[in-house]
């Protein structure tokens, strides 16, 4: 039986999801690809119960430069040192796998072309949609069209807020709490409500699309954080629901894009769209229009993508 060898960067909420599906995984795996995936090396300060002590280590080399390791998961977050760590571990040849929004949207055309110039794989599904195989489909599937425009709930933070702010009338603080809480806002929830994360996220989005670099601080960028129980009251008296919208239309061969709150017609499927729920709605000049709809964070459906990239390059082998 082949063998593909993990390094873990970060066994926090998204890593530890990741181990996780891939011991309670592991047989159908194994079964689908003929190749027995095992996680070892971790990079992480913290030890986790149930899992080997053995193979933790806090120093990055140990899991960078080890020639056990075929392909790294880098799940620490952050732009740094995440993106040092991905081009260095790409130099020795290892695949990268990561759901690191900010890094991949920061450092995309550089990671890309390591990538590339090491002939090593470099997959970041679960950076966009947590748990919906957005980016594969737009890279397969949908790979047919001229992309026309693209428009995403793809913070489940924010949707978690205005869900319940709209359907409860739950105080925006509270429910921000309780976002975090359940693992689904970032570390510094600012980057959440201040519209940062679907910045870098729109920014991937458009890579893809258009194979077009804006980076993400290039995006005029409004959050929610000045959105009002009276703001969502008006958007409801229009027949509309308030959402923290990523938007990108191709107009006169250019790329227009902006991150901020839309008011969206209850008809339109974005409307239907509540909690930690993502959307990403694309139209493509042969398809029209699609919508890939799921859990967008949260430690076992980013984890799903972060094994399904995992997975792709196993199959490769
Ligand atoms: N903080 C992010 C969110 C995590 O709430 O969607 C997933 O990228």
Redesign the pocket.
Known sequence: MKKLNIGILGLGT?GGGTYDILVKNKDIIQKRTGVTIEVVKILDLRKRPGVDESLFTDEPDEVLNNPEVDLIVETLGGIQPASSFMLQAMKHGKHVVT?N?AAVAATYEELQKTAAENNVRFLFE?????GIPVLTAIQNALAGNNFLEVMGI???????ILTKMTEEGADYADVLKD?QAKG???AD?T??VEGI??AN?LCILIALLFDKYIAPTDIPTTGISKITGDDIAAAAAEGCKIKLIAHATLKDGQVVCSVAPEKIPDSHPLAGVSN?F?AVYITGDMVDEVMFYGK???ALP?GSAIVGDIISVAKEL
């Open positions: 998204v759901a929004k679960a950076s966009v949609g947590g793809v913070n489940g933070t924010t949707n978690y976002a689904f806002a970032e929830p980057a959440d994360d679907v996220k930690e993502n967008g964070a949260g980013t």
